[in-house]
């Protein structure tokens, strides 16, 4: 079955970095569409960031500029490089993957447990 698990969480002061991974099994990662999608307690998931089996990438504007995704196909991974971190940033951050349309429609079929992020002011 597919599996993601995500790392690289963690508590961050405002104007910091991290960088979150995901790493995926059970699917022929090269051929599928991966994304980054964030929830704060109280408010709606959102799309962050999209990658696609052809590198094509998308960004949500509010983080266009500050974080970058990416993948190695070899390594089955998938990364989000968070810079210039608000508080604003903060939630549980979840990788996910499927078709582009659903992944971008916000409704992928394989969602990985989350890791928490968290920016302080």
């Known amino acids: 079955q597919v599996q993601l698990v995500e790392s690289g969480g963690g508590l961050v002061q405002a104007g910091g970095s991290l960088r979150l991974s995901c790493a995926a099994s059970g699917l022929t990662f090269g051929r599928y569409v991966m994304g980054w999608f964030r929830q704060a307690p109280g408010k709606e998931r959102e799309l962050v960031a999209v990658?696609?089996?052809?590198?094509?990438?998308y960004y949500a504007d509010s983080v266009k500029g500050r974080f970058s995704i990416s993948r190695d196909n070899a390594e089955n991974t998938v990364y989000l490089q968070m810079n210039s971190l608000k508080p604003e940033d903060t939630g549980i951050y979840y990788c996910?993957?499927?078709?582009?349309?659903?992944?971008?429609?916000?409704?992928?079929?394989?969602w990985g447990q989350g890791t928490q992020v968290t920016v302080s002011s």
């Open positions: 990658i696609s089996s052809v590198d094509s990438i």
């Open positions: 996910a993957t499927d078709s582009y349309s659903r992944v971008r429609g916000g409704n992928p079929s394989y």
